[in-house]
Nanobody
Framework: QVQLVESGGGLVQAGDSLRLSCAASGRSFSSYTLGWFRQAPGKEREFVAAISASGGSTYYPESVEGRFIISRDHAKKSIYLEIDSLKPDDTAVYYC?????????????????????WGQGTQVTVSS
């Protein structure tokens, strides 16, 4: 069992940078791949980043590559999402998720049903 708590959201201006955090509790943090998803009002939840259990592999959709950076700190049992050059379209609730599922190759970890545990989310609002 893994519990996830996100933090770091808030109201920011377009062009700013922001770092979201996700703290995990429970056993075997280092065994889980962790990901970030976001859900804007009226839209489906979408994948934005994932990082493998070892931290050696990261995954991003093309839509955010270059602006979003995911990282993890095993000692702190946390992952982070740094977002640069924020845009109003980045406004959403950002969710952290964890999975013990192993995937190799392309198209990994970008679907909600690949994840077993979810946090409650943190709101990010970007003003223009």
């Amino acid at each position: 069992q893994v519990q996830l708590v996100e933090s770091g959201g808030g109201l920011v201006q377009a062009g700013d940078s922001l770092r979201l955090s996700c703290a995990a509790s429970g056993r075997s943090f280092s065994s889980y791949t962790l990901g970030w998803f976001r859900q804007a009002p009226g839209k489906e939840r979408e994948f934005v980043a994932a990082i493998s259990a070892s931290g050696g592999s990261t995954y991003y959709p093309e839509s955010v590559e270059g602006r979003f950076i995911i990282s993890r700190d095993h000692a702190k049992k946390s992952i982070y999402l740094e977002i640069d050059s924020l845009k109003p379209d980045d406004t959403a609730v950002y969710y952290c998720a964890a999975t013990s599922y192993y995937c190799a190759g392309s198209g990994c970890y970008d679907e909600m049903d690949e994840y077993e545990y979810w946090g409650q989310g943190t709101q990010v609002t970007v003003s223009s």
